[in-house]
């Protein structure tokens, strides 16, 4: 099975240029998380997808954070203008539905795109 | 505000003995939770969770101790074996909202010869 696909693995871009993260998830997982992992510490999460609805998206700094998932599949995640603290690993997941215990459904990760912006 | 805290950011341990991984939470309505391992350039993979019902949880070599109390959980691997080298995360979430996880700055764990 195929894992969460997730390009460019690295991107460096200079401060107040855009970017754009692509996702492809796990085959048949409706879910599609993305989160953010700044160095030293843990993965937050920025927005959940519901197939091509927002389920949150509470965290995500809509001023200059934008993501979509059309056609419930595949993600992108757009920052535009970027800044200094931008810089973190992007990490995308899926699972096949809500709900990590109900319906025992983990999430499962891709591999992240590492952001630097000088 | 860091509601769930992994103090340690690192532990060493000989193979074949025991490693312990801790974890704190300040959220009293936390009612799941989950480490997850994270090899070098590759994303965090799931390894064992455990509800807040529960007290203890076992797959294999990994345990899973929770202490509501406390408010503190910790991950035993025993026995501890060079693979296992990785960066643990804890994980926490709602009974509500299951799937937005709230992570901890995780624990590099180095297991030696």
């Known amino acids: 099975e195929a894992g969460v696909a997730q390009s460019p693995r690295y991107k460096i871009i200079e401060k107040r240029q855009s970017v754009a993260f692509w996702c492809n998830p796990i085959?048949?997982?409706?879910?599609l998380y993305w989160y953010q992992q700044i160095l030293g510490q843990g993965p937050k999460l920025l927005i959940q997808?519901?197939?091509?609805?927002?389920?949150?998206d509470s965290q995500l700094p809509k001023d200059r954070f934008s993501a979509e998932r059309l056609k419930g599949v595949d993600s992108t995640l757009k920052i535009q203008p970027a800044k200094l603290e931008d810089s973190a690993v992007y990490l995308c997941?899926?699972?096949?539905?809500?709900?990590?215990?109900?319906?025992?459904?983990?999430?499962?990760f891709g591999q992240g795109t590492r952001l630097t912006v000088v | 505000d860091q509601q769930v805290k992994q103090n340690s950011p690192s532990l060493s341990v000989q193979e074949g003995r025991i490693s312990i991984l801790n974890c704190d939470y300040t959220?009293?309505?936390?009612?799941?939770f989950l480490w997850y391992k994270k090899y070098p350039a590759e994303g965090p993979t799931f390894l064992i969770s455990?509800?807040?019902?529960?007290d203890k949880n076992e797959d294999g070599r990994f345990t899973v101790f929770l202490n509501k109390s406390a408010k503190h959980l910790s991950l035993h691997i025993v026995p501890s074996q060079p693979g296992d080298s990785a960066v643990y995360f804890c994980?926490?979430?709602?009974?509500?909202?299951?799937?937005?996880?709230?992570f901890g700055t995780g624990t590099r764990l180095q297991v030696f010869p």
């Open positions: 994980a926490a979430s709602l009974l509500y909202n299951t799937d937005k996880l709230i």
């Open positions: 455990i509800s807040s019902i529960k």
């Open positions: 959220n009293s309505m936390f009612d799941y």
């Open positions: 997808f519901q197939n091509n609805g927002v389920v949150d």
């Open positions: 997941a899926s699972s096949l539905d809500r709900g990590f215990f109900f319906l025992n459904t983990e999430a499962f």
């Open positions: 085959s048949g997982h409706a879910t």
